[in-house]
């Protein structure tokens, strides 16, 4: 009897083990999807960079980021809806920028400041994104 409690005591363990290492491997693998063909690394990157223009931005100013490269990698992941590439989150005050399908990654900026005339122009003669810094309405 004792024999059959030790069995089943070692059984129970393997399929937690297995199941721990199913898990493991999944949560790798979706790790590895966000990565895919650079997306998060990418998308890290202008989040943070356009944070640090608005950042440094007065109000009055009008910035422009070369989207060039984020078109490329958004085109790989078979995401090409250009002019969604980056909007901006008013209320929580974040740039969110999507190069990829299932995902997308934000950023804050701390400049109280409003964002508008957003426009994203393709082929000009890159992909550029343009945007205006104004004063926030208090």
């Known amino acids: ?3 059959k409690k030790a069995m089943s005591s070692q059984l ?3 399929i937690v083990m297995v199941i721990l290492v199913l898990v493991f491997t999944l949560f790798i693998f979706a ?3 966000h990565y895919k063909n650079g997306a998060g ?5 202008y989040a943070k960079e356009i944070a640090r223009a608005i950042d440094m931005a007065k109000p009055g100013d009008t910035i422009t980021i070369d989207l060039d490269k984020a ?8 995401y090409e809806l250009y002019d969604k590439l980056v909007r901006f989150d008013e209320k929580t005050r974040e740039i ?13 900026y ?11 122009f393709l ?6 994104l343009q945007f205006k810094v104004e004063a926030r309405n208090v």
């Open 41 to 45: 690394v990418w998308e890290d990157f």
């Open 1 to 3: 009897m004792k024999n």
């Open 96 to 108: 969110v920028v999507k190069l990829r399908t299932n995902g997308e990654t934000r950023f804050s």
């Open 71 to 78: 078109s490329i990698v958004a085109k790989s992941n078979d």
């Open 31 to 33: 790790m590895l999807s």
């Open 12 to 14: 129970m363990d393997t």
């Open 110 to 120: 701390f400049n109280d400041v409003k964002i508008s005339n957003v426009k994203t």
């Open 123 to 128: 082929g000009v003669p890159t992909n550029v």
